[in-house]
């Protein structure tokens, strides 16, 4: 379950900087951030798959009930309905 967490810290920490570095390049580059050949709509758009993925706001709701409360994650490695 310690890993459940670390994993959590990771995700939200790791994510808000690919955003960020994202909006960055795309800030700093403009329109040809658009271009083909540069393909950063393609990182772009994986880095926000990821974060939709794994919800910053869920990750960071169970870093921080273990933080006040103690309490362990719930276990989230399942397909489907539990």
């Not at 960055?24 to 393609?42: E, N, Q, V, W």
């Not at 926000?48 to 309490?71: C, M, Q, W």
């Amino acid at each position: 379950m310690i890993a459940e967490l670390e994993i959590s810290q990771a995700l939200s920490v790791i994510s808000t900087l690919i955003l960020d570095a994202t909006t960055i390049a795309f800030d700093a580059l403009g329109a040809s951030a658009t271009l083909k050949d540069l393909a950063l709509d393609r990182f772009w758009r994986n880095a926000r798959t990821l974060t939709s993925h794994n919800p910053r706001v869920f990750k960071e709701r169970v870093i921080g009930d273990y933080a006040v409360n103690d309490t362990l994650p719930p276990y989230q490695w399942r397909i489907g309905v539990a």
